[in-house]
């Protein structure tokens, strides 16, 4: 899915209808159902539910370039 030492683009879009992952343009996840079946395990839960994070599982990664574009309406702060 992602050659190692080779740069490559992965786009994650989560809107109402569902999520996808793309890398390189392939679409490696589509998911469309009920967002209350999504889940994470306990050790990567965070403090703030509604903050994005960014992790990775028994793997390194070298990030050059990420952007993150609201679709609809202002974000808010999150206080620590």
């Known amino acids: 899915m992602i050659a190692n030492g080779r740069p ?6 989560v809107r109402k209808s569902g999520v996808t992952a793309t ?6 996840f589509r998911y469309a159902g ?4 999504l889940s994470i395990p306990d050790q990567w ?3 703030h539910p ?5 992790g990775t599982y028994e793997s ?7 952007e ?3 679709i609809s309406g202002p974000g ?3 206080k620590r």
């Open 34 to 37: 009920d967002p209350q079946r």
């Open 68 to 70: 993150v574009k609201p």
């Open 50 to 54: 509604q903050v994005f994070a960014l």
């Open 23 to 28: 890398v390189d343009g392939r679409a490696v």
């Open 45 to 47: 839960v965070f403090p």
């Open 76 to 78: 808010t702060v999150v």
């Open 8 to 13: 490559c683009e992965i786009l994650c879009s």
């Open 60 to 66: 390194v990664f070298h990030i050059t370039k990420m």
